[in-house]
């Protein structure tokens, strides 16, 4: 049973298309995340939510905008898609008082 | 300047030798992870501490929150073991600020 799973694990698009990548948890954890990692695999963080309420945003671009129906769902959806955008995206799961995070799998992003 | 620095960027060794990547961090904390990747893969956390030194396996991990370090050892290293290790700092209960990952590499 995959603990943090997203869709699709690849993604490749035009520019100016919008597109969404999905993110569920099944380890009843209140707090998601969503990470980018760029061409030279540096991670930092985007987005957090908490018991489906924003937390953190990173001075994201208004384009991306994350959508968290319910706790154990946070999706990204990027609009008007820019080649800077591609990268490897990561959805994550915690609790808010100090356990280990799980990452999913990764959604490697391709702008073309 | 990251606030989070690893040493060192790239680490290559022979199978079975001792491993050690070290992490140096200039904000306050309250916990430290570290996690690997392996190549096109997905990222597992390996280890969370808040002090002292935690135990799985070959690897161990330390921590001295005084002198905001952190040490990741791996003992009999095998060639399994070549992945990016990586470490993150908590920096409150929502936000990790991630370190710029040092790549092992190790040969049979």
């Known amino acids: 049973d995959t603990a943090v799973s997203q869709t699709p694990k690849y993604l490749v698009t035009q520019m100016g298309n919008d597109k969404s990548i999905k993110c569920e948890q099944n380890?009843?954890?209140?707090?998601m995340y969503w990470y980018k990692q760029d061409s030279k695999k540096f991670l930092k963080i985007m987005f957090s939510?908490?018991?489906?309420?924003?937390?953190i945003n990173e001075t994201v671009p208004n384009r991306f905008s994350p959508k968290s129906p319910d706790k154990a769902h946070l999706n990204l959806h990027i609009n008007s898609l820019e080649l800077g955008d591609s990268a490897v995206y990561f959805c994550?799961?915690?609790?808010?008082?100090?356990?280990?995070?799980?990452f999913g799998q990764g959604t490697r992003l391709t702008v073309v | 300047k990251n606030e989070v620095e690893q040493s060192p960027q790239n680490l290559t060794a022979q199978e079975g030798e001792f491993i050690t990547i070290n992490c140096s961090y200039s904000?306050?904390?309250?916990?430290l992870h570290w996690l690997q990747q392996h190549p096109g893969g997905g990222i597992v956390s390996l280890f969370m501490?808040?002090?002292g030194k935690k135990k799985h396996g070959r690897l161990i991990a330390t921590i001295n929150i005084q002198e905001k370090h952190s040490s990741l050892h791996i003992t009999a290293s095998h060639p399994r073991d070549s992945a990016d290790y990586i470490c993150?700092?908590?920096?409150?209960?929502?936000?990790?600020?991630f370190g710029t990952g040092t790549r092992l590499q190790v040969f049979p």
């Open positions: 939510y908490n018991n489906k309420e924003l937390i």
């Open positions: 993150a700092v908590r920096v409150n209960t929502d936000k990790l600020i």
């Open positions: 904000v306050g904390i309250s916990a």
């Open positions: 501490l808040s002090s």
């Open positions: 380890l009843g954890h209140d707090t």
């Open positions: 994550a799961s915690s609790t808010r008082v100090r356990t280990e995070a799980f």
